[in-house]
Each structure stands twice: as C-alpha cells, then as structure tokens.
C-alpha cells in the first residue's frame, strides 16, 4: 500500500465515532480491495463473520498498524 493510501486510512479511522472499537474502525476503513481480501480469506477459513480480523486489529498499536498497511 502506499504512503498516500495509508495516511488517508490513518486519517478515516480517526474520523470515526470514538464509540466505535478500533478494530472495527480499522476494518472499515480499510480500501475496499484489502477489505474484500479479508472477507474472502475469513470465508475460506470457514468463518461466517469478521470478527477475528476485528480482534487482530483491535490489539495493533499505531505502529504495528501502520506497518500491516503496508504489506497489505
């Protein structure tokens, strides 16, 4: 992902109602490409939802987020 893709996400997610997690904030915010290679890989795994992506992102800090974007 590039460096103007993430500060646009990073900037999304602030924007969100702080009564949201931040997994979930992280995960909708997210292009709609990642977001549809993570749906794809949940049902793959055999989940009916996206919580477990909502989990792993919830526990990031900043940084670690940060970098996942960029492999992403």
Do not use: H
């Amino acid at each position: 992902m590039t460096t103007a893709t993430i500060t646009k996400t990073i900037a999304k997610v602030n924007n969100q109602p702080s009564e949201y997690s931040t997994g979930f904030k992280r995960l909708t915010s997210l292009p709609l490409r990642v977001r549809n290679n993570i749906i794809l890989a949940c049902v793959v795994n055999g989940e009916n939802n996206t919580n477990s992506m909502k989990d792993f992102l919830n526990n990031l800090t900043e940084q670690e987020f940060i970098n996942w974007l960029k492999l992403a």
